[in-house]
């Protein structure tokens, strides 16, 4: 898989991974390049860097996501690489409202089931394509602190397996980015809570478009930036009691558990 001569649309683009991946794949000799993202004024600015498009999109709401494709496939044709990328952060567990739920499923997982639903589709008339979904090693592991960012990162993981098992064999390839700290506004905001033992190893954007470069040559589901991540993911699933164990000493040496008690 390569983004080479590609039509590629980057949901979320406008800001961290997703300019990262915008510009790399211009770089990379895409055919296109669409930034989409619901700030229109700062896609526009990144898409000018390299002569793309940007579209103004709103992931939580289906009706976005089919006109943003609409668009795309007017001016371009079929769409080879759709990355949805755009995601949010919420801190909190048992105390986090019914309506801060929705948004965060809305955004985070949701929002490829319909892109799914509509893309699909159209990828295996036009004889396959590429989806990139952007879930975070949270979708692997957890999110200490946030029970509303680890569930719904476990739910997009869950439905990009079952994408690339339903209909790997039929031309569609299906890829999650599984990152841990990456140093962008959602990492910056969050790194004063929960989070903030991820900013000592977090990653460049632009080192993770070169994971997400190697990831799609390799053509490996999995694409994790940090190396690391697949050594926890093996000893989750080795010794799963262990595994939790290990988590909350974590929970507790980090002060996290003293933040969720507050």
Same mark, same amino acid.
């Given at each position: 898989m390569t983004v080479k001569d590609q039509v590629c649309v980057v949901t979320g683009g406008a800001n961290g991974i997703g300019r990262a991946l915008a510009e790399r794949f211009a770089a990379e000799g895409a055919r296109a390049v669409v930034v989409a993202d619901l700030d229109l004024a700062a896609a526009q600015r990144v898409a000018g860097g390299f002569g793309g498009m940007a579209i103004a999109c709103d992931v939580a709401v289906e009706a976005d996501l089919v006109k943003l494709m609409e668009a795309v496939e007017s001016a371009y044709g079929p769409i080879g690489l759709f990355c949805s990328n755009a995601g949010i952060g919420m801190e909190g567990g048992l105390e986090v409202s019914d309506a801060a739920w929705d948004r965060i499923m809305r955004i985070n997982f949701m929002s490829h089931v319909w892109l799914a639903r509509h893309l *699909?589709? /159209? #990828? $295996? !008339?036009?004889?396959?394509?590429? &989806?990139?979904?952007? *879930?975070? +090693?949270?979708?692997? $592991?957890?999110?200490?602190?946030?029970?509303?960012?680890? *569930?719904?990162?476990?739910?997009? &993981?869950?439905?990009? %397996?079952?994408? +690339?098992?339903?209909?790997?064999? !039929?031309?569609? =390839?299906?890829?999650?980015?599984?990152?841990?700290?990456? /140093?962008?506004?959602?990492?910056?905001?969050?790194?004063?809570?929960? #989070?903030?033992?991820?900013?000592?190893?977090?990653?460049?954007?632009?080192?993770?478009?070169?994971? *997400?470069?190697?990831?799609? +040559?390799?053509? =490996?589901?999995?694409?994790?930036?940090?190396?690391?991540?697949? %050594?926890?993911?093996?000893? =989750?699933?080795?010794?799963?009691? /262990?595994? $939790?164990?290990? &988590?909350? !000493?974590?929970?507790?040496?980090?002060?996290?558990?003293?933040? #969720?008690q507050a």
């Open positions: *699909v589709p /159209r #990828m $295996l !008339r036009a004889g396959g394509g590429a &989806m990139l979904q952007t *879930v975070s +090693a949270a979708g692997l $592991l957890t999110q200490l602190g946030s029970a509303p960012y680890a *569930v719904s990162k476990h739910a997009a &993981m869950s439905f990009a %397996e079952w994408l +690339a098992i339903t209909f790997g064999a !039929r031309g569609l =390839k299906v890829f999650a980015l599984c990152p841990q700290g990456v /140093r962008t506004a959602l990492l910056e905001e969050a790194s004063q809570g929960s #989070m903030n033992f991820l900013v000592e190893t977090a990653l460049e954007p632009a080192a993770v478009a070169s994971a *997400v470069i190697e990831g799609l +040559a390799s053509e =490996k589901f999995l694409i994790l930036p940090h190396p690391d991540v697949a %050594e926890y993911f093996r000893r =989750k699933g080795a010794d799963y009691d /262990r595994w $939790l164990r290990g &988590m909350q !000493r974590l929970q507790k040496e980090t002060g996290i558990e003293e933040i #969720m």
